[in-house]
C-alpha cells in the first residue's frame, strides 16, 4: 500500500523557518490534489494547504502569507515552506494525496464526505516552535 513520508520538522523559535517534504505520492503527472494537514495538541486536524495539479494553491488564513506549498515535479516531491513560524503552529503535519480533477476542494470541505477525504496518508512529522 502507498505510504507518503514526511520530513522536516523539528524544533525552532519563534520567527524562525522550516520547509516540510513529502514523498511517496503515486500521483506525477496525472489529475491530483495534495494537502498539508496539521493537528494541534488538544485540536482537531485542521488543512493547512491544498495544491492542485494545475499548480494552484489555497492556504487557511491562519498561515497565508507564511507558508507556501510547492511541488518539485521532476523529484514528484511534495514542500511546505513555513516562515515566521509561531508557537501557535506547532503541531503534526501529515501530508495527503488523492487523484482529484482540479480544482481541489475547498479547504473548509475537506474530510468531510468521503468524497473529499483522501486515500493516501503520511504518518505525519512534529513541528514545535517556542521560545
Known amino acids: 500500500q502507498v505510504q507518503l513520508a514526511e520530513s522536516g520538522g523539528g524544533s525552532v523559535e519563534p520567527g524562525r523557518s522550516l520547509r516540510l517534504s513529502c514523498t511517496g505520492s503515486p500521483y506525477r503527472s496525472s489529475s491530483h490534489c495534495l494537502a498539508w494537514f496539521r493537528r494541534a495538541p488538544g485540536k482537531e486536524r485542521e488543512a493547512v494547504a491544498t495544491l492542485d495539479s494545475r499548480g494552484t494553491a489555497n492556504y487557511a488564513d491562519s498561515v497565508k502569507g507564511r507558508f507556501t506549498i510547492s511541488k518539485d515535479n521532476a523529484k514528484n516531491i511534495l514542500y511546505l515552506q513555513m516562515n515566521d513560524l509561531k508557537p501557535e503552529d506547532t503541531a503534526i503535519y501529515t501530508c495527503?494525496?488523492?487523484?482529484?480533477?482540479?480544482?481541489?476542494?475547498?479547504?473548509?470541505?475537506?474530510?468531510?464526505?468521503?468524497?473529499?477525504?483522501?486515500?493516501?496518508w503520511g504518518r505525519g512529522t512534529q513541528v514545535t516552535v517556542s521560545s
Open positions: 495527503a494525496a488523492e487523484g482529484w480533477l482540479p480544482p481541489c476542494p475547498p479547504l473548509g470541505q475537506l474530510g468531510l464526505t468521503p468524497r473529499t477525504d483522501f486515500g493516501y
